[in-house]
């Protein structure tokens, strides 16, 4: 086989084992640990041949793609897109589209710090220690990672962190340095065995076992110590939650899919909430209902009569309830939380979600985008854009005290939820609606993401989801309480509303800004061997001439 063709089947293998791990966590999350050597393995022996920069981009590319293919093939799961006014074969092509060009659109914006790698490598920072390829490699993922939080062309929903959700003590170092700690950790485990395999290339089998017991000593103390700090904080953690007093917080799922619900009529779907209410309240004493986002999908009025049947709920069953709706007026369309108190008050705090969702919610560079591409102006659910919200805007809830709100895409981006407790949230409700994916991972990737954020800020989150699966999370990650998907149903569980902070919750992002520092100086260290090896080199010219010119 061609080298080209053989490095092509690497890269690509790796991607989809890379992907397999994030997608199915509790069967194949450990491949994480070993699944992206191929990919490290190739980039580190571009460096020994001083490959082009072309080369390390069209490499990462490849890899991206295919990970983020596999990664968002859920996708496929949307078709039929009759809701939105495409029809048969249309949706279908519509459907592939954006399976394809959103792993192409990652996966090309992901191969840059590739890219960057290269650049280091031919610019000479690694030609007097080679070693320093591996935690560049490593910090380098991490930058990746958090770029895609930063505009619409980033979504964070495959990070490598997911892949460790297979239990608390694997991702309870998020507590204290956040999910790109585990990263971190994954990429640099997957990177020192990759420059142990380097050594068969350069030096034969005993090169090999040198390098075997020197860095997967490095490999095994690094994952040892995500290991450690995990079982350290989730048993402090857990300990904690166990002596707290609890409330009850309860989780409606109404089980009606948004392919469809636009056409219900809104006061069946209230009336099936109502049951609901009411099933959960005549089972024990309830200190909170949360319904999922949009579980009114319709534009709410203070004093309409969809409003005053939840008003009349909560005030018959003498509970508090967070729901959510859509929000209309002259400035604003967005989609919120509400919350009506036990007496039946509707509070006058509105939660507005924060981060949109892009092209469902609105389309960016909407002008641009419909000259490229007028299919998109005729999908009903684009044809006007939604108003994000700012701030976190607190509940102070009877009895509960202060809480936050994320609504479904906010889940995905720690520095919302990161917020939401420095505001001073004591306990954070979710609500959203996966109905578009069916039964498909894309349920319980998103469900790990709201456990990643209960670690992170060390805060018991209530999870509605208009389909399922609604959870109740506690703290350290656990799922306490769950529903069956694409069922009507409830969760109830026990939560302690908390004010002490985790250390994550303190120093934020403080490890990307350690990593982008890391790689830049590697970068600039290359900058200056590139130059003093040009230096060198005139020097070594201008003395040969003079050599010559002496001779003659």
Not at 502 to 522: D, E, H, K, Q, R
Request: charge should be negative.
């Amino acid at each position: 086989m061609k080298a080209k063709y053989k490095n092509s089947l690497i890269a690509a293998l790796s991607g989809i084992v890379t992907g397999l791990s994030v997608i199915l966590p509790s069967q194949l999350g450990w491949l994480a640990w070993g699944g992206i050597v191929g990919f490290f393995y190739l980039l580190l022996a571009f460096v020994g041949e001083g490959a082009s920069l072309g080369k390390y981009y069209r490499t990462g590319l490849l890899f991206f793609t295919v990970f983020y293919a596999c990664a968002f093939h859920f996708f496929l799961y949307m078709h039929p897109l009759d809701f939105t006014g495409i029809y048969g074969f249309a949706s279908v092509l519509v459907v592939i589209f954006c399976w394809v060009a959103l792993p192409l659109l990652q996966g090309s914006i992901s191969a840059v710090f590739i890219l960057l790698f290269g650049l280091c490598a031919r610019l000479g920072a690694f030609r007097r220690v080679r070693a320093l390829e591996v935690p560049t490699l490593a910090v380098g993922f991490v930058m990746l990672e958090w770029f895609q939080t930063v505009g619409w062309w980033g979504v964070p929903f495959a990070r490598l962190s997911l892949s460790q959700t297979i239990g608390s003590y694997f991702f309870g170092s998020a507590s204290l340095f956040g999910s790109y700690f585990i990263t971190l950790c994954v990429c640099a485990v997957n990177a020192c065995i990759a420059y142990s395999l380097i050594g068969l290339k350069q030096g034969g089998a005993r090169s090999l076992i040198k390098n075997l017991r020197l860095w997967g000593s490095v490999a095994l103390s690094v994952f040892l110590l995500n290991l450690t700090l995990g079982i350290i904080t989730t048993c402090i953690t857990d300990s904690r939650c166990e002596s707290e007093e609890k409330l009850t917080v309860a989780v409606l799922q109404g089980n009606f899919s948004s392919k469809s619900s636009y056409d219900a009529d809104p006061f069946d779907i209230v009336a099936v909430y109502q049951d609901l209410t009411k099933q959960v309240c005549e089972g024990g004493e309830v200190d909170l209902v949360v319904w999922p986002e949009t579980a009114l999908p319709c534009t709410v009025n203070p004093n309409g009569s969809l409003e005053n049947e939840v008003r009349q709920i909560a005030k018959e069953c003498g509970v508090p309830i967070i729901w959510g709706g859509l929000r209309h007026d002259i400035n604003t369309y967005a989609n919120c939380f509400f919350y009506t108190h036990s007496d039946g008050e509707m509070d006058t705090t509105v939660y507005e979600k924060r981060h949109l969702v892009p092209f469902g919610e609105y389309m960016p560079m909407r002008s641009i985008l419909t000259l490229i591409l007028p299919f998109m102006e005729e999908i009903s659910m684009l044809s006007s854009d939604m108003t994000p919200g700012y701030g976190t805007k607190l509940f102070d809830v009877e009895g509960i005290g202060k809480v936050g709100s994320l609504i479904c895409f906010d889940s995905i981006y720690e520095d919302l939820s990161l917020d939401t407790v420095r505001d001073g949230a004591e306990l954070i409700v979710l609500g959203t609606n996966d109905s578009w994916f069916s039964d498909s991972v894309a349920i319980y990737i998103h469900n790990n993401q709201a456990r990643l954020r209960a670690v992170e800020t060390g805060r018991y989150i209530a999870r509605s989801a208009v389909t399922g699966v609604s959870t109740v999370i506690s703290p350290s990650g656990r799922v306490l309480a769950e529903t069956e998907l694409l069922t009507e149903d409830y969760a109830t569980c026990g939560v302690s509303p908390r004010s002490d902070r985790t250390l994550y919750s303190y120093i934020g992002n403080t490890l990307v800004l350690v990593c982008a520092l890391f790689f830049i100086g590697v970068l600039a260290f290359g900058i200056y061997e590139r130059k003093t090896a040009e230096a060198v080199a005139k020097t070594i010219d201008e003395g040969g001439r003079a050599d010559d010119e002496a001779s003659l």
